[in-house]
């Protein structure tokens, strides 16, 4: 348990063209809690700055400017929070040596860190994430294994949390992360307010329902692209994995194997996120009942298509229906 004590909180603005959102909306939420506390006859539990090493940064293609503190003069902050970024990831670290020297500087220091959405490749260019466990947004994701092999991304995460780091999925649902850290360094009363508030719907803990499974074919490997390829296009059939490796004139165990190194699934993993991606586009047209789409995606049992879309989507497929359905 947090004592309750003045919390000193740094929105860092990288070189490069940061989410505007993400710095704003973190910057009034915890605003907004602070002003709820001190309601209650308590003191500031929070002392907010948003810094930078740039003295004037131009956002959103120039219409936004802001002339945040100077990042230097800040020796040391209890949480930092890292906003969503934009732009070629690896020039982007490139241009940001300095920042990522300063938050891993001042972890090593005592502070939190928490990134938001593809700013955990700036926290993973500091080697803190080496080992551990994030997520980002499902859409980054290929790119930061590439670019991260020694970090596990858990992309279906909405949240996960490490020894003084936090990460989380992609776009707006860094309001959820923000109302995680208010509960965390203040109270759930103050959480739940905020959430009212601002209308954040409270403990969502998933981004895999919003999840466009894109199968990764930027790897390189022939043989597994002709793989995936061949998966895609039969998504309805029921599929011999040992009969396609045969196919590619591999053995089995090195069919799997290369498989999961370039996409990151197993073949049979690979099968049902392709499954359910179909399966997720038919219920939202909406004009076919669950068990034609079930049917459709080359499942025969009821129980164990709801087991794995479920699994995947953190939804049911009756839910997922009423909830992005095209049709009323």
Known sequence: MYKKTL??????????????????GSYEIFNRANSFWKSKNNKAI?????ASFEENISLQNGYFTIHPS?????????????????????????????????????????????????????????????????ST????????????????????????????IYTNGGAYSFLNLMLFLIEKYCDKDTAILCSKVFQIEFDRTAQ????????????????????????????????SFEELAFKLAVSRRNFDRRFVKATGNSPVEYLQRVKVE??????????????EVMHEVGYADDKAFREVFKKITSLSPLDYKAKFSEQD
């Not at 179909?278 to 068990?291: D, M």
């Open 70 to 134: 100077n990042i230097r003069t800040i020796k040391k902050s209890d949480l930092i929070i890292i906003p969503s970024v934009a732009y070629n990831y690896e020039v982007g670290i490139k241009e940001n040596q300095d920042l990522i020297q300063w938050l891993s500087d001042q972890y090593k220091n005592g502070a939190e860190i928490a990134s938001i959405c593809t700013g955990a490749f700036l926290l993973a260019a500091t080697g803190l994430l080496d080992g551990k466990t994030c």
């Open 208 to 239: 895999s329902p919003f999840f466009i499974f894109k199968g990764q074919k930027t790897h390189g490997d022939q043989v597994i692209i002709e793989a995936q390829n061949y998966i895609e296009s039969h998504v309805s059939e029921r599929i």
């Open 278 to 291: 179909v399966a997720k586009r038919t219920l939202e047209e909406g004009r076919k009942s669950i068990a």
């Open 7 to 24: 919390k000193h909180i740094t929105i860092v603005v990288p070189k490069g063209n940061s989410n505007l959102s993400s710095i704003t």
């Open 46 to 50: 929070f002392e907010v700055k948003i």
């Open 137 to 164: 947004h499902w859409n980054a994701a290929a790119d930061f294994r590439k670019m991260f092999p020694k970090t596990q991304l858990q992309v279906d995460k909405l949240i996960n949390e490490e020894p003084g």
